[in-house]
Nanobody, 124 residues
């Protein structure tokens, strides 16, 4: 079992920045990649970003490319999501997740461990 604990998030004006962290504990040696997803009210959970822990390859959904940056600190079993130039449409509950390697890495069902979720609200 892998446990994920998120921190960060909150309320910010459009154009502002926020930073998330997600700390993993438990059977972390099984983790292949960690991802970030978000879910807005009335919408399905959607892919935001994924990073492969071994070599740091990162992937982003088109709407956040160039604004969000995912990184990892393997020594701390922690991944980060730096979110810049935030827009009102980024408002959602954000979740971090971990997978042992199920593909595709953009699909929520590929991830078997999830954080508790953290609200991000971007005001216009």
């Amino acid at each position: 079992q892998v446990q994920l604990v998120e921190s960060g998030g909150g309320l910010v004006h459009a154009g502002g920045s926020l930073r998330f962290s997600c700390a993993a504990s438990g059977r972390t040696f099984n983790i292949y990649a960690m991802g970030w997803f978000r879910q807005a009210p009335g919408k399905e959970r959607e892919f935001v970003s994924t990073i492969i822990l071994s070599h740091g390859a990162a992937y982003y959904t088109d709407s956040v490319q160039g604004r969000f940056t995912v990184s990892r600190d393997n020594a701390k079993n922690t991944v980060y999501l730096q979110m810049n130039s935030l827009r009102p449409e980024d408002t959602a509950v954000y979740y971090c997740a971990a997978t042992e390697g199920t593909r595709p890495l953009t699909r929520p069902s590929s991830f078997n461990s999830w954080g508790q979720g953290t609200q991000v609200t971007v005001s216009s």
